[in-house]
């Protein structure tokens, strides 16, 4: 009898397999193109000098101006010459290292700096919020590109500089998104609960509110390396950005825009390459989107085509 039970009793559907942070990278094409991209650059960032550093600068007159996709001259002019005879591909490789740096480091410091006050403006004392509001108000109030413009002429072109003024332009996109982001946090079940078990407001802000916006903020700040590493190739393809002998992808778009009828091939490589990093950026932005929300990270998770 109870064999026969056993079998007409039907077997419990086994549930649907989680993917780990791989798993669902892997199973957007988009994002994993991206985010292998992505990794090159890096790479490229960390280790071009390094090993393309001479080839990037010897100079070769004979190949002014040289050709893409002739190997005549070996497979470092495979994109190319500049005109002075550089090759290009090395070029690009460590003018990665000066693009990526003052990206990084301007939405690094405009994410501690415009979060932390974020963090103060949303759980202070209205006075200081507003203080803190204010400032930011002040900063919004003048275009971003134009006020570096501005400091850039009086002040002298240089990497440091650079990250300066691009990190204080974008530190009111931070502080306005967390501030925003506590506020209505810091009304929910936990953070009541832990300010009644008596927790100092350090620990309240920074264990149980910070988790909690955190993703957010990571995501803007995926968004904005891609807005910082544009207005950084405006800066030096006006000429008031990173100065020769010093390299970024937008000064070698500055320095190819008087040869675009005759040898176009100067510009329009690391123009390239910044629209897709910057494309890539934006395609990583949108995963990590959904990967870090908690409440949209089952679309992701869930394996099989229902996916």
Known sequence: MSATTAETTPAKPTPPAKRGYLGMLWADKFATFAAIFLIIVV?????????????????????????????????????????????????????????????????AASFLIGATLGLIAGYSRKILSEVIMRLADVIMSFPSLLLAVIVLYILEPSVGNLIIVLAITRIPIYLRTTRAEVLEVRERMFVQA????????????????????????????TLDFAFVMLAESALSFLGIGIQPPEITWGLMVSQGRQYLTSAWWLAFWPGLVIILTTMSLNLLSSWMRVALDPTQRWRLEIGGKNA
Not at 194 to 221: D, K
């Open 194 to 221: 832990a300010q009644v078990m008596g927790a100092s407001t350090f620990r309240i802000v920074f264990r149980h509110i910070l988790p909690v916006i955190l993703p957010t903020l990571v995501t803007i700040a």
């Open 43 to 107: 790479f490229c960032a960390l280790f071009g000098p390094l090993l393309l550093g001479d080839a990037a600068s010897g100079q070769n007159l004979r190949a002014r101006n040289a050709a893409p996709f002739t190997l005549e001259r070996g497979f470092l002019y495979i994109l190319g010459g500049d005109a002075l005879g550089r090759p290009l591909l090395p070029r690009i490789v460590v003018a990665a290292q000066n693009t990526i740096m003052v990206a990084a480091g301007a939405v």
